[in-house]
């Protein structure tokens, strides 16, 4: 039953919740247009637009690095910060003069620096991240050092359809055809048996939660970075052998949410499987 639930629940993360909502806030501003107060919309995400941005044509030969990191400035249309890290990235051999060579046609900003983070580090050491006005541009080692706490709803996955069992109502047919040959109201009702079920068919155990919710955790940190996180406070007393090394935290709250605290790259994984975590 256990592994059923794993399973179910794979897939539950995995299909329908990679889309993540970019929120908008609005705010007032006095127009000069006829003395009207109009609403403009102010975006609290620029960064990640910026990444969205589709570019027409790069062409870079021998480029330095530090001017890719002035050519995003340019694209931003100074909206962003672009934030290079330079005493992580020249503690992996990167600096300002670091060559990159590069032609792209339609892509968006994001898909142009994978390739120059690549070109950067050949293991894939150099990363960059997007948050609010800020695009760093640093090293795994270095966005690993920070951690940060989020929570992400979880009732979606651990609701189950109740069983209503031998307690269903069943529909009687003959009553049915004579309630609607008689044409009045205030008949006899077309349901026969119980038409309430017991509480412990209504309700979800909260063992059986508790039960799977222990599974998500362990699916979690089984799969997502094993070596981020710390010791796991687990429901029912077992931890997945290998977890235990590192300062990520989970546990679940109410059975209704996940706290977690773990670097931004376990979050940006955990992001695709819960909608809610932004």
């Not at 995400?45 to 589709?54: E, H």
């Not at 070109?119 to 050491?125: A, K, P, V």
Request: net charge negative; with cysteine.
């Amino acid at each position: 039953m256990a592994s059923k639930r794993i399973l179910i629940l794979s897939a539950c993360m995995m299909v329908g919740c990679s889309t993540i909502g970019f929120a908008q806030t609005s705010t007032l501003r006095a127009s000069h247009h006829n003395g009207r107060a109009v609403r403009t919309v102010k975006n609290e995400y620029p960064a990640r637009d910026l990444l969205r941005k589709q570019i027409d044509i790069v062409d870079w030969q021998e480029t330095p690095f530090e001017e890719i990191i002035e050519w995003l400035r340019g694209e931003s249309e100074d909206q962003v910060n672009i934030i290079p890290r330079w005493t992580a990235l020249e503690d992996e051999g990167v600096d300002a003069e670091s060559p990159i060579t590069l032609k792209l046609r339609g892509a968006p900003v994001a898909e142009i620096l994978i390739e120059v983070m690549d070109q950067l580090s050949d293991e894939g050491l150099v990363r960059y991240r997007a948050q609010g006005r800020n695009l760093r541009i640093s090293t795994v080692s270095d966005f690993s050092k920070k951690l940060e706490r989020r929570i992400y709803q979880i009732t979606d996955l651990t609701f189950d359809v109740p069983d209503f069992g031998r307690n269903a109502p069943q529909v009687d047919l003959e009553a049915a055809s004579r309630s609607s040959g008689g044409g009045g109201g205030g008949g006899q009702s077309v349901f026969s048996g119980s038409s309430s079920s017991s509480t412990e068919d209504l309700e979800v155990e909260d063992e059986d939660v508790e039960e799977q919710i222990d599974d998500l955790i362990t699916l979690i940190v089984s799969t997502i970075e094993p070596q981020s996180w710390g010791p796991i406070p687990s429901l029912r007393g077992s931890t997945p052998p290998g977890i235990g090394g590192g300062r990520g935290y989970i546990q679940s709250y109410n059975n209704r949410v996940l706290v977690v605290y773990n670097t931004i790259e376990v979050h940006e994984q955990l992001a695709g499987y819960f909608a809610h975590g932004e």
